[in-house]
C-alpha cells in the first residue's frame, strides 16, 4: 500500500474529516490533502507516527473505560 493510500485508511479508521483529523495530529489540512492525492510525498515515518498516536489514543480510551 502506498503512503497516500495508508494516510487515507488512517484518517477513515476514526472516522474523521479531513479538518478534524488535521485538528487532532496538528499536521495542516492542504498537508493531508496533498499527502493523501499524491501530489506530496511524507517521509516514510510519518503515517507509522500517525497510527501509533492513534492505537496509544484507543489504548487510553480502553483503559480509562474500565
Keep these: 500500500m502506498d503512503i497516500a493510500s495508508r494516510i487515507k485508511e ?3 479508521s476514526v472516522g474523521m474529516t479531513r ?3 488535521s485538528q487532532h ?3 495542516p489540512v492542504r498537508t493531508l490533502e496533498d499527502w493523501e492525492a499524491a501530489r506530496r510525498t511524507p517521509p516514510e ?3 507509522k507516527l500517525i497510527e ?4 496509544y ?3 487510553m480510551r480502553t483503559k ?3
Design 45 to 47: 515515518y510519518i503515517p
Design 52 to 55: 501509533y498516536q492513534l492505537k
Design 10 to 12: 488512517l484518517r477513515s
Design 57 to 59: 489514543e484507543e489504548i
Design 25 to 27: 495530529t496538528g499536521i
Design 19 to 21: 479538518k478534524e483529523f
Design 64 to 66: 480509562v473505560g474500565k
